[in-house]
Each structure stands twice: as C-alpha cells, then as structure tokens.
C-alpha cells in the first residue's frame, strides 16, 4: 500500500469514527491484543504454521504481509483452480475479518482452521486452496522437494496441460539457442581458417 493511500485510509476510518461518534453511535476500538499465532492457532504444530507461512510468503510479493486480489488469483492460478473475479473477492470476503480486502497471514490460517473443522461449503474457492495446499504425505510423498507444499504444487503442475505446454515451449526455445551457438560457433572456426 502507498504512503498516500494508507494515509487517506487512515484519515478515512478517523472521519467515519467522527462522524458516528456525532450521530451518537458507540463506536468499538479495531485493535486486537496481541497474542502469538502459535499460541491462537494452537491446532497446528509449530511445523506446519512454518509451512503454511512459507506457502503464504511464496505468493505475497509484494512482501507486505497480505495477499491482495492479485497476489490470490496467481496463486490459484498456480495451485490449478483459477477463479473468477467475483469468486476472488468472494473468497476475501469470507475470510477477512477487518474487511481491508486481502488476507493477511493470520487471516490465511483461519482458512484451514475454517477447512479442518467443515466450516467452508467443498464447491468454494476457500475450499479448494485449503485442499490444494494441503498434502498427504502417504498418497503423494514428498517427490523429493523441500516442503510438502512443494510437493503439492509439484504434484498440480504434473497434471497441468498448460504447465507442460509452457515446459514444451521452453525447451524448444532452449534447443533453438543452443543449435544457434553451435552455428555461430562452427562459423568461428570456419572464419579462423581464412584469417
């Protein structure tokens, strides 16, 4: 978010706090006390928070600790269940509590809280990310990655036609380079012999 946008956002949520407090509505305060997310999220290890902090790091790009709308259309377009628009922000509005429209990490975890306990209805975006980042290590196996992120998403990408469109157009594109520095090399040493 930019300085300016976050300043207007701020100045925003004072004027409409004003405004209430004016017509005489109780107005409640938005902050939260701070509590360790290992100790919220006491339903998962210490591991897997790790792992789904590194799932969550891997599509914020912009390294600002939320997944904004475009950051999570990438990543279902990457974990094979790309989503409409509307579907997107349908899934940030199931999810997000302070209504700011991203995910922040915490908010990303309330999604498998939401996945483990039956909460999220299976024909949901919310639904299918929890279910394609989760993994089960006996069916897949960790196929030699890092991570069983890694493994899911390797696991999705397999099945990809367009994924292997992409792997085809690369390595021919690959090949041609490689067969243009063979030519350019052959006609170095075929220059050398005239010289």
Request: charged residues 35%.
């Amino acid at each position: 978010m930019s300085t300016e946008n976050e300043l207007s956002s701020v100045l925003s949520r004072r004027q409409a706090i004003n405004d209430a407090l004016d017509g005489g509505v109780e107005v409640k305060p938005r902050f939260r006390a701070a509590t360790s997310i290992y100790t919220e999220f006491h339903e998962f290890t210490r591991k897997q928070i790790k792992q789904y902090e590194t799932e969550f790091n891997k599509y914020d790009e912009g390294g600002d600790g939320f997944l904004d709308l475009t950051e999570l259309k990438l990543m279902m377009e990457r974990l094979g269940a790309p989503q409409t628009h509307l579907g997107l922000k349908s899934m940030i509005a199931e999810v997000d509590e302070d209504k700011d429209n991203k995910i922040s990490f915490r908010e990303f975890l309330l999604i498998f809280r939401k996945a483990s306990a039956g909460e999220l209805s299976d024909d949901s975006g919310l639904s299918q990310l929890a279910r394609l980042t989760e993994i089960c290590v006996h069916e897949v196996g960790v196929v030699g990655a890092k991570s069983f992120f890694e493994a899911k998403i390797e696991e999705q990408n397999k099945g990809s036609k367009f994924e292997q469109e992409l792997r085809e157009e690369q390595e021919g594109r690959r090949r041609e380079e490689e067969e243009r520095a063979r030519r350019r090399q052959a006609f170095k040493q075929t220059a050398s012999v005239f010289q």
